[in-house]
Nanobody, 115 residues
Framework: QVQVVESGGGLVQPGGSLRLSCAAS????????MDWYRQASGKQRELVAS???????EYGDSVKGRFTISGGGANNTVIMQMNKLEPEDAADYYC?????????WGQGTQVTVSS
């Protein structure tokens, strides 16, 4: 069984920063990438950022230059630093762990951007 646990969400003012963390544990074999997705109310879940075990990073267009993803290596953790947050960034953020024989989601952490 795989456990994926996110943390770091909360309330922040526009222009502020938050740092999300995700840790995967349990019966994981061959993780090759870890991702952050988000889903705002009434919208589809979208990819925010991803990182592979080789360090390849990808970002959604709306967060490029503001968010930075790191980790995804042997310690099965991933961090996403979110700067210059905008109201449009408010959503539930989910960690997604991709392994060669499985893919698992966390329960999500809520990010609220409001003054």
């Amino acid at each position: 069984q795989v456990q994926v646990v996110e943390s770091g969400g909360g309330l922040v003012q526009p222009g502020g920063s938050l740092r999300l963390s995700c840790a995967a544990s349990g019966s994981i074999v061959g993780i090759y990438a870890m991702d952050w997705y988000r889903q705002a109310s009434g919208k589809q879940r979208e990819l925010v950022a991803s990182v592979t075990i080789h360090g390849t990073r990808e970002y959604g267009d709306s967060v490029k230059g503001r968010f930075t993803i790191s980790g995804g290596g042997a310690n099965n953790t991933v961090i996403m630093q979110m700067n210059k947050l905008e109201p449009e960034d408010a959503a539930d953020y989910y960690c997604h762990v991709r392994a060669y024989v499985s893919a698992d989601w966390g329960q999500g952490t809520q990010v609220t951007v409001s003054s």
